[in-house]
């Protein structure tokens, strides 16, 4: 338990946390990664090397800072982490290495500000935090472990089918090895894929959304072939998905995690989606079709032209077999041949769609690259849509 002198404590780093989290957290995982080298295979190299875990780490440290008083606040936030920590199979133990570095760089960050003091007060408040975690993830293992077809840690799948869904976009269909069941899901979960890359001589783990509506024969995953032109680095994992891995391969996954789900508020539902964004919402439009239950669905999906979009034909058949379901596509750049399709161009814009309005009775989902859900988010509460109604998810470590 913190005193309220720590508590006090802590409250009074807050201004540091805010200007100089980010410097410490880079600190933190530097040193971790030189005394535990074997932590690079669990941890994103990507997200490392962009800064986007520094990022999301400094900011839910400062959250927890914060919030020290009432850590309950953090619930939701220590959930999202914890559906990220089991996919990853965090263990306890991790938790005392994590501690003894982010304790140790506090100290060679602040410097003399790091009195014994402060020391002992962040002690205090990680082994809290710590705890709080460790429960939570505890109470996730357990379900898995009493759940079938669920399992903790990795399992050893195969690729069934690979089929091109776009210029860039592959599917994976997957089967266990052994013939066991395939896990039911909430459709939005993900999973995560480790695979060895023999260039960097590091297992690395990427979270891919399953695609497909829960079934007894596989799991499907689409994966984007990632360039990044700006800085000429391509992504490793999905290149070598796409151009390593081959049907009858066998590919080592977690079970299905992840919150961004479907809720049970209103039977209507709007699917904003950018680009691969689609995948999770994919997964529960198909769900939700195959249910046959009468709630109005709205698919509204933007991308840079025809070539890239995957699904179109599935879409196509699901609108035209399910009247309860609308679609609308946005393309970047528009021609004339696709202007005979209705169409829309430009960026998302909901005021361009025929008879749109904000419903305030329905559930909106949204997942795309993060300037893309910033301004779908902003628009819709801009026009009285609740926040409790809207729910995203960002394909990297949470940063909005
Ligand atoms: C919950 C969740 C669900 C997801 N679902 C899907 C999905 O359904 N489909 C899908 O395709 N992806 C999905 N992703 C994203 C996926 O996990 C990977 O992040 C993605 O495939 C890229 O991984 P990579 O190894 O190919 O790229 P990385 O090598 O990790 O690189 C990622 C990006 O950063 C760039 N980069 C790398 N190093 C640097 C550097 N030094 N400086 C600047 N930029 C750099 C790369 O070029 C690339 O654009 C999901 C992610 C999450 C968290
Ligand atoms: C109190 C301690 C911890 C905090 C506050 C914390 C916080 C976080 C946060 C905020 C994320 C990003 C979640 C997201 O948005 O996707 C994350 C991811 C992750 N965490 Fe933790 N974590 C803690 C402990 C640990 C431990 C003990 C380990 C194991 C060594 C660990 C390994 C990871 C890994 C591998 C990721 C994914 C990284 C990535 O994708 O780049 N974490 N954690």
């Known amino acids: 338990m913190l005193s309220d002198k720590q508590k006090e404590i802590i409250l009074s780093t807050v201004p540091l946390l805010r200007t100089g989290g980010v410097a410490l957290t880079t600190h933190f995982y530097n040193r971790m990664f030189t005394h535990h080298p074997e932590l690079k295979n669990l941890f994103n190299m990507g997200n490392q090397q962009s800064g986007k875990q520094q990022t999301a780490l400094a900011m839910a440290v400062l959250a927890y800072a914060e919030n020290i008083s009432n850590p ?45 003091e402060v020391l002992d007060a962040w002690k205090a408040a990680y082994g809290q935090l710590a705890g709080l975690m460790i429960g939570h993830e505890a109470k996730m293992y357990e379900g898995k472990q009493q759940t079938n077809g669920q399992w903790v840690g990795w399992k050893n799948f195969k690729v069934q089918r690979k089929v091109q869904e776009s210029k860039e976009i592959t599917s994976f269909y997957l089967v266990t090895e052994d013939g066991s069941a395939v896990p039911n899901f909430i459709p939005g979960q993900y999973i995560s894929v480790q695979v060895f890359l023999p260039n960097i001589n590091l297992n690395q783990i990427r979270q891919y959304s399953i695609s497909c509506a829960p079934n007894k ?34 590919l080592s996954i977690s079970s299905p995690a992840g919150n961004f789900t479907l809720q049970n508020m209103y039977p209507k539902k709007v699917f904003i989606s950018g680009g691969i964004g689609q995948t999770p919402l994919m997964s529960m439009l198909e769900s939700l079709d195959q249910s046959k239950e009468n709630s109005e669905l709205v698919w509204i999906h933007a991308c840079r032209n025809e070539e890239v979009r995957a699904f179109g ?41 025929e008879k749109w309005q904000f419903e305030p009775e329905a559930e909106y989902y949204i997942c795309g690259p993060k300037p893309f859900i910033e301004k779908a988010v902003k628009e819709l509460t801009d026009n009285k849509i609740s926040e409790k109604h809207i729910f995203f998810e960002e394909f990297g470590p949470k940063s909005i």
């Open 72 to 116: 309950a606040v953090l619930m939701p936030a220590v959930d999202l982490i914890g559906h990220k920590h089991v996919s990853l199979n965090i263990q306890p133990e991790q938790y005392d290495i994590v501690g003894t570095h982010l304790l140790a760089s506090i100290k060679e960050v602040l410097q003399d500000l790091a009195t014994d």
């Open 217 to 250: 024969d596989y799991l499907r995953i689409s994966v984007k072939r990632e360039r990044n032109e700006k800085f000429d680095i391509n992504g490793m994992i999905s290149n070598f998905l796409h151009d390593e891995v081959h049907e009858g391969n066998i």
């Open 313 to 353: 034909n599935r879409l196509e058949t699901i609108t035209k077999e399910n009247q309860q379901v609308k679609q609308h596509q946005f393309y970047e750049v528009v021609n004339e041949t696709l202007a005979a399709k209705d169409v829309y161009e430009g960026m998302l814009d909901f005021s361009k769609i």
